[in-house]
């Protein structure tokens, strides 16, 4: 190549880049002055899913009816690639269902996937027909339409499948969703309740996800689920907006296996007003929350006061969910000194006692050492009598922790942990309580509707592999 071509090709490059160079300035300078609302400290997380609620078919005010269409799609979590999952009325997890205390509710639950399901309202108190436990399965292009008249306090529950060995999976790939139920009380207490403004329901989740965006599901040495990634609905890396405001999160662990405790980066205080039947006697005032799998409890946080415009969300110590508070400051928000009246179950003078010892194996375990059978019915509860249930965790080989004991059906009461009253946030309404190796929590229990009802550890590969027993009701 002669110099003046080589010069020249110089040239031609520092022209260019120079031209390149303006042409970003400018770009920048624009961009600048017409996204003055774009912030820089949102690096790149994703605006926080809020799950459609879902529409009720039916006008008349004292019914309600639903169609959920239990369906495999794909789901854009991590940005570049797809996953495949599974959801309700879309790829994953599923509209919020809102009933009113008193509705008769049918729900249509269409099964548009290629294997059997079934759905089960975790909380909700109706016969056992209507419960969706493993008896109720759905098999493919199939449907299930249960039909109920609710009648129990404003509470946060939720619904997902209960399909006998394949609950872990289903759950695990997106089968989730919320049922809130309002009433009375609900409507008078002057708390948050605009919908995804500041009302806002969590739906917590660990998830893995292999390199082609696939779900994996890595299990810890205990053999259960253990994701190294946490969604809120769906969302990786959430980031949510809201006034400076009091706002209220319904916060579920919807994970397979894992315990989370949740509390805030500036380790502020804030209101836990329900837990999972509904409505504490009175708010409490807390820094953090313990929720096992299945379990809910209800918060409310008062950004009106803070001069923060961030902070975040932690489960344990790492942070969950950045919060972005606008500049806008609500007038201070006065919480109910009292949310409702919660009566002790009526105590029968000599009541029946029973038993449930659990131990669990890795990924397996057993109730009073036996395996669950479809067939075989555990016990035999009478109706409308209250019983003390007594739950003990007697550890067992390869146990890192406790079990979260479930019981379907009904919504129960905490006599004691370990000889001890419980503690204040545990007094409300129960159906899913953890208890830690080597505790024993006694419940006080009483069912009102008639049918056959499973009680498990909410470890959905415990269940999954024997950890759960069958009670009939007559
Ligand atoms: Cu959340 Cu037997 O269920
Ligand atoms: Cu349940
Ligand atoms: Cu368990």
Redesign the pocket.
Known sequence: MSRIVKQRTWLILALLASVLALASIIFLLVSWLYLPHARSDRQNGNELKIPDMLQDQNADPDMAEFVLEAQSGQTNFLGSVMTDTLGYNGSYLGPVLRIRRGEKVTIHVNNRLDFPTTLHWHGLVVDGEQDGGPHQGIQPGESWNPSFTVDQPAATLWYHPHLLGDTADQVYYGLSGLIYIEDEISDQLNLPQTYGQNDIPLIVQDRSFNRDGSLAIRTSMMG?AAGDTLLINGTVNPYLDVAGEAVRFRILNASN?QNMTFRFSDNSRFWQIASDGGFLAAPLIRRSVFLAPGERAEIIVDFSKTTRSDVALMVGKSALMAIHISDERADTFDIPESLTQIEPLPEDHAPNTRIFD?Q?MGIS?TINGQFFDMNRIDEEVRLGETEIWIIRNRGGMM?AG????HVHGTQFQIISRNGRPPPPHEQGFKDTVFVPIGEEVAIRVRFTHAGLFMYH???L???DNG?MGQFQVS
Do not use: K, N, R, T
């Open positions: 259960v296996a659990l669990s375990g146990q406790g079990h979260p004991f550890c909410h470890i590969e415990h269940e950890m």
